[in-house]
């Protein structure tokens, strides 16, 4: 049968019988060339392609556009592309997924006319029917399906694309697609599944429709009018834009499209052919050996050098300015450390999108550092640009790290809180949290969401992420060695698979030329400045000298603010009333530590920094820096640490920044033998960007109204339940008890059972106990070495020994000397910073770690009154406690007066 022939049995059949996509645009195309264009064969081909994808082609549309003739210039223009470029396209036998990209893109255009020609016939408004702020957010989730739908790899959007927005069977999209049966679901099933994820991460989810969940694949099309296809085959048939058949909307909307295109295609092409420029400018030869070498590569190597090539002029209006500017802030990133500025910087890379991947695939090539990796593979996952997979598959190996884990990173702000966990690498239970995972885990899931791929096996089956840098030369090594196999599997893959995701030419426009200038640091030193100044005119300011207490000391000056050398306690300045939710509390007392401006505090046995960027140097350079700032140049960092300031061998010398812009340098020496203090000594730039008058913090009061004395010392004996035992003691009337009979031996045992037992608590209430007296059994098992034996001596033995409860009490570790020097108003103010938590059990323990003895309490009874307490073992009685307590004077009269008793044994 003649082509003729077939293309009219083909029309009269319809749509479900006859040749494919492919085969149709060749022999409309061949019908055009050789004959007239208005001829019957070729507008019964072109009739065949519009019935078929005319379903899709106006859900689309129907999606963007409210008003039905927009719907209907959109649908024709869409058709009018297809009908221009049907020389130029390359789809196989299907052109349904072409056809929707183009459909989503003349859509938005049409709805930014439709908005524009709106906005001037405004002039008299009417009340709408509807709510237009509703009716714009059903829109806008309309939309997103087909955007995401877009973004979707191409193995997975084409069959979605197939049945379900054109009503295919599998069999039917099986022969479109060129694969077997099975693959097609497969794939469906793996792209409904992705696209549900996207879609309910931008809150679309609803919208979707039954098809998007893997409901009735009807449901995803539109029926076509007669009268539409009619119109569309007869204007773009005998019109092309060329005479008035067409309508100028038509031609408006096909036109830009078209003139997009080529600006586009246009941009490639120079981006591909700058290199080449300039390497024709060194002459032939050398083109030559580039080409050659670029023959070589492989799939995901990365561009080679080109030292000749200068730093470009920016064109983009400082885009690719900022984009350098931000990408230096991940430079100097740490986990835990200014994590907001860190979501900043991810969300404003995102928004930038595709447009900063080039940049950032360059940075991911550059960097192996821990911090800068988990950035920018978090960044990458939220742009999803298929263009980073070779930067992302090469950046595997350097993701092998020492042992660490993923963090939950705090972000205050909602709003970035919300947009942040959008983009997590996997959901997390913790509403205020953010995960931002190991490297490994950010570059692999990365992959993962962009490609719907998962690989993260080495070529024995071991999972690499459960692999750590670690071990003797021999373990690394092989360690290593199962990185690169994971590498090597994803470069596999990608081979077979790169052609679904991008072209040639999208992938050679991420490959930046190189240069010899780090053009990121310049970005960065120009926007921010040097990280620490030098010259002739910089100077540092006077050394200062202090002791910081550990924060289990709620009374001690234990955190530092560098830039205005303040010190403060734990909690100072805040006041628990009120806050009942300890997690709320958290968050306030994070918020107070910064507004004060805290740069460092001592925790247990470290000093830790808290939004510091410290690198630690020699302890020669202390003396030094002064002469290093004058010669200028460069200042040598050193090695970047982590947050803590101390090191194992005694002193220890780092350079720092604060979170306010304050540039120092400090100098940390050995814990005290004699305190529970560690000394430190530090000098910070006078040229510093920080502001110290500009942070108003509104600073305690640092004097009391009055200054009311504790009474006279008691001093009594406590030992854990046993037969006739007194471990029991009321404050107020100093009367010690022994447990009821009720209670069996094995009850009181198990302390941590005991405070939850009613009868337990009921009798402590009734007898008005305020401590209770138990034994913390031992715990078998040899220390770690030497260095913990030296620090904890007490737990060399892990022998059971007696500690108190505190019932219905709150209690805070405090100095051995404030026992005599505290007042009762500074400790009720101590006491009134953290809230109270219900039950209130206070464990009043024992600290073998700290070298200050005997330990020390600060306490509020159940009735409110405050006073200090101190305990420890006694020694001529193997078992037993000694303390001492002192109550407010006016209470303890009380109690004499009211009680009318005599003190207990041993008390004055």
Not at 579 to 590: G, H, N, T
Not at 616 to 642: C, H, K, M, S
Not at 695 to 712: I, K, L
């Amino acid at each position: 049968m003649s082509d003729a022939g077939r293309l009219e049995t083909l029309y009269s059949a319809g749509t479900s019988t006859g040749l494919s996509d492919g085969e149709l645009l060749r022999l409309f195309l061949d019908r055009r060339e050789r004959a007239d264009r208005a001829s019957r064969a070729a507008e019964a081909a072109f009739e065949v392609l519009v019935r078929r994808h005319g379903p899709m082609v106006l859900g689309v549309c129907r999606r963007y556009l409210d008003d039905p003739s927009d719907v209907d210039d959109a649908f024709q223009a869409i058709f009018l592309v297809l009908f221009r470029r049907a020389g130029a396209i390359r789809t196989g036998d299907s052109l349904g997924p072409w056809l929707h990209g183009v459909s989503r893109r003349i859509a938005a255009r049409a709805r930014a006319v439709a908005h524009r020609r709106n906005a001037r016939e405004a002039s008299c408004p009417v009340e709408p029917a509807t709510d237009p702020a509703a009716e714009d957010r059903r829109r806008e989730a309309r939309e997103t399906i087909d955007e995401e739908l877009d973004r979707l790899p191409a193995r997975y959007r084409n069959p979605i694309i197939l049945c379900h927005l054109e009503g295919l069977t599998y069999q039917e999209a099986a022969r479109r697609l060129g694969c077997p049966v099975g693959t097609v679901g497969v794939r469906l099933s793996r792209g409904r599944e992705m696209l549900r994820a996207r879609l309910s991460r931008r809150g679309a989810f609803l919208a979707a429709g039954p098809w998007a969940v893997g409901g009735d694949p009807a449901s995803g099309v539109c029926p076509v009018s007669p009268s539409l296809v009619s119109a569309t085959v007869r204007t773009v048939t005998r019109g092309d834009g060329g005479s008035t058949a067409v309508s100028t909307s038509i031609t408006f909307l096909s036109e830009g499209f078209l003139r997009t295109m080529f600006t586009r295609r246009l941009g490639i092409a120079a981006l591909a052919l700058f290199p080449v420029g300039l390497l024709l400018r060194g002459g032939g030869l050398v083109l030559g050996q580039a080409s050659a070498r670029r023959g070589q590569r492989s799939a995901t190597s990365p561009p080679g050098p080109a030292t000749q090539s200068p730093a470009p002029r920016e064109t983009d209006g400082g885009r690719t300015q900022r984009i350098r500017e931000l990408l230096y802030t991940f430079r100097t990133y740490r986990v835990f450390s200014r994590d907001e500025e860190w979501a900043r910087t991810v969300r404003e890379l995102a928004g930038i999108g595709k447009d900063a991947v080039p940049e950032l695939v360059a940075e991911l090539d550059r960097t192996d550092r821990d911090g800068t990796l988990r950035a920018l593979g978090f960044t990458l996952r939220a742009i999803e640009d298929p263009r980073s997979v070779p930067a992302l598959i090469r950046a595997i190996p350097r993701t092998l790290r020492p042992p660490g884990s993923d963090c939950g990173v705090r972000i205050l702000d909602p709003e970035l809180l919300t947009f942040m966990k959008t983009h997590q690498d996997y959901k997390s239970d913790k509403a205020d949290y953010v995960s931002c995972g190991r490297p490994v885990n950010e570059i692999l899931t990365a992959l993962e969401r962009i490609t719907g791929h998962a690989e993260f096996l080495d070529s024995t089956g071991k999972d690499v992420r459960d692999i750590f840098l670690d071990g003797t030369p021999e373990q690394q090594a092989s360690q290593r060695t199962s990185f690169d196999q994971c590498r090597q599997r994803w470069e596999a893959w990608w081979m077979a698979h790169r052609g679904e995701f991008v072209t040639p030419e999208e992938l050679r426009s991420v490959e930046l030329p190189g240069r010899k200038e780090d053009l990121v640091e310049i970005a960065g030193l120009h926007r921010y400045g040097p990280l620490f100044p030098t010259g002739p005119d910089v100077r540092l300011g006077p050394v200062r000298m202090l002791r910081l207490s550990p924060v289990e000391y709620a009374d001690a000056k234990s955190q530092i603010d560098f830039d205005t050398g303040r010190t403060f306690a734990v909690y100072e300045g805040m006041k628990a009333a009120n806050r009942d939710d300890p997690k709320a509390f958290i968050l306030r007392s994070i918020a107070e530590d910064r507004r004060h401006g805290i740069d460092a505090r001592c925790q247990g046995l470290n000093i830790e920094g808290f939004d510091l960027h410290p690198w630690q140097v020699d302890n020669g350079r202390w003396g030094t820096i002064e002469e290093e700032i004058r010669r200028g140049g460069p200042l040598p960092l050193g090695r970047e640490a982590r947050s803590t300031l101390t090191a194992s061998g005694g002193t220890a010398t780092f350079l720092f920044t604060t979170r306010e812009g304050g540039r120092g340098i400090v100098q940390v020496f050995s814990k005290d033998q004699d305190a529970d203090q560690w000394r430190i000594r530090y000098r910070m730039w006078m040229t510093s960007d920080a502001d110290p008058a500009a942070r108003a913090v509104d600073g305690p009061a640092h004097a009391a109204p009055s200054r009311t004395p504790f009474g006279s010392i008691v001093t009594t004996t406590l030992e854990p339940p046993g037969s006739g035992r007194e471990c029991s003691l009321n404050f107020r009337a100093g009367r010690k008890a022994a447990p009821p009979a009720s209670l069996q031996p094995s009850e009181l045992a198990n302390v941590f059972s005991l405070t939850q037992a009613e009868r337990f608590r009921r009798w402590c209430r009734d007898e008005s106990i305020d401590l209770f007296c138990y034994e913390l059994p031992g715990q078998p098992g040899a220390l770690a070495g030497p260095a913990e034996e030296e620090q904890a001596p007490a737990l060399r033995t892990r022998q059971p020994r007696a500690e108190l409860l505190g019932m219905e009490m709150a209690a805070r570790r405090i100095r051995p000397r404030s026992f005599e020097e505290l007042t009762v108003e500074e400790t009720r103010e101590l006491l009134g910073r953290v809230p109270k938590e219900e039950p209130r059990i206070a464990w009043i323990s024992a600290a073998p770690d700290l070298t200050e003895h005997p330990d020390t309490f600060a306490f509020q009874t159940r009735e409110g009154s405050v006073g200090l307490l101190q305990m420890q073992a006694d020694a001529k009685a193997p078992g037993k406690l000694t303390i001492r307590y002192r109550l407010q004077a006016h209470a303890e009269r009380s109690d004499r007066d009211v009680t009318g008793r005599a003190p207990a044994e041993g008390l004055p």
